[in-house]
């Protein structure tokens, strides 16, 4: 499996209740980042967590990074039918020229 | 600030033409990045460059991919040849300082080989 895989592969909420996606990599990184695409658009950078830090905050978005377990997460709250997209995490490794994507988590948000 | 811009959106070539996308960085980025994403899968790294450098192409196929940033003008992805499995979406990124702002990616360039 390659680096940076998110859990679960699709969620599908009711508008207003929380959305969690998990992340998993595997080597020692520099930070961690999270994007959101909408279909058939390109990506929109949402947050960036640095390897020194744990948790991240903007707006609605709640990031956590745990480097022991090479895991982090990202929660939406009070979800909104516009949230629906999908969402990858990229880890830039150090000294590394690239960010090495999962595969994402399809969201979909019911209004 | 356009952000950064890429064009085509869309392009359509037969098999064995040449397909040219085009990506301008955000103003004051001197860094570029392709990727290339296939239906439903994340993006893979291809080739980063800077102005008339190309710094890391570990991501490119070995033959029929070939990219440029030059002093002046677009960075240009090229691909000579094109078969049916070069359809996939090509992004482009670009930053400032990646280590605190990441990356901003543009709309892509959807080729379609027929």
């Known amino acids: 499996s390659q680096q940076g895989e998110e859990d679960p592969q699709a969620l599908s909420i009711q508008e207003g209740e929380n959305a969690t996606m998990n992340c998993s990599y595997k080597t020692s990184i520099n930070n961690l980042q999270w994007y959101r695409q909408n279909s058939g658009r390109g990506l929109v950078h949402l947050i960036l967590i640095r390897s020194n830090e744990r948790e991240k905050h903007s707006g609605r978005l709640r990031v956590t990074l745990d480097t022991s377990k090479k895991s982090s997460s990202l929660l939406i709250t009070a979800s909104r039918a516009a949230d629906t997209a999908s969402y990858f995490c990229?880890?830039?490794?150090?000294?590394?020229?690239?960010?090495?994507f999962g595969a994402g988590t399809i969201l979909r948000v019911k209004s | 600030n356009a952000g950064v811009m890429q064009n085509p959106r869309h392009l359509v070539r037969r098999r064995g033409q040449e397909a040219r996308l085009r990506c301008s960085p955000m103003k004051g980025h001197s860094h570029v990045y392709w990727y290339r994403q296939l239906p439903e899968e994340g993006l893979k790294f291809m080739v980063y460059l800077q102005k008339e450098n190309i710094i890391d192409e570990s991501g490119m196929p070995k033959e029929r991919f070939s990219a440029e940033f030059p002093k002046e003008g677009p960075s240009i992805l090229r691909i000579q040849q094109v078969v049916r499995g070069d359809s996939a979406a090509y992004f482009c990124?670009?930053?400032?300082?990646?280590?605190?702002?990441?990356?901003?990616f543009g709309s892509g360039t959807r080729l379609t080989v027929v």
């Open positions: 990124a670009s930053s400032q300082n990646r280590d605190t702002y990441g990356y901003t």
């Open positions: 990229a880890t830039d490794a150090n000294q590394g020229n690239k960010l090495v």
